[in-house]
């Protein structure tokens, strides 16, 4: 799958995982992911994301994952697999986990001190455009949520050379208005900017040519910005405001 992996900062103030007993990577990765954004941007019916999980609490731990959705998109599917070991970690089926929101693992693991558990997340298109995004939270045997790290899957459509739309989005970061530029002309192409929960705070139709499209009015933050073309999104990008 030809996929683009980014890390965002999500939250002001991470769980403090170190402090909670638990860190998590990307696979065979050194940097801490813990409270951050993972995003996938993808043409491809099935998407997935793997995670490291890391016991550093001095003890053997039970452990669970609890599945929050951030932000639906209507017609597609999610499930995941969880266990300290990838060979004898449990997969639970879409069937199981999409209706379910929160959905928590039934079958607990153990995670001795110092090893790493592995925790697979996946998201099935059927067909259908657009972003989720998911939350994982590790949980111990009391229900603790000890650590998270957020998905967020955004499923595109090929475009074909003949009907490829140019557009470059520029400053970035953004004060009072952003500048969204169509190098060709196209027909029902709108740019739509989403906070980091996934909701949509504004969109704008382009046109050829430049288009200025105001920002006054939201709060300083970071936001995603799709651009789409007769509903279809083409891409999607990170777009920082700052007054």
Sequence with gaps: ??????????????????????????????????????????????????????????????????RIKITELEGTQDYLCWGANPETGACYSAGAVSPE???????????DD???????????????????????????????????VDVMYCSTVSI?????????????????????TMVNEHNNVNFTLYNILGDAVLTANLNAGKNEVALDKLPNGVYFYSILKEGNILETKKLIVRH
């Design 1 to 66: 799958m030809k996929k683009i992996v980014t890390c965002l900062g999500l939250f002001a103030i991470t769980m403090g995982a170190s402090a909670q007993g638990i860190e998590i990577y990307l696979p065979e990765g050194e940097d801490v992911v813990s409270g951050t954004t993972i995003e996938l941007n993808a043409a491809d019916e099935n998407m997935h994301q793997e995670f490291d999980v890391k016991n550093v609490s001095g003890a053997t731990l039970n452990l669970r994952i609890e």
């Design 160 to 180: 074909e050379e003949d009907v490829k739309v140019e557009v470059s989005v520029y400053p970035n970061p953004a004060s009072d208005f952003v500048n969204v």
């Design 101 to 111: 929101n929160p959905f928590i693992t039934p079958d607990a693991s153990d995670l």
């Design 114 to 148: 110092g090893n790493r558990g592995w925790l697979a997340t996946y998201h099935v298109t059927n067909g259908f455009s657009g972003c989720a995004q998911y939350r994982y939270y590790v949980i111990d045997e009391t229900d603790a949520r000890l650590d998270s």
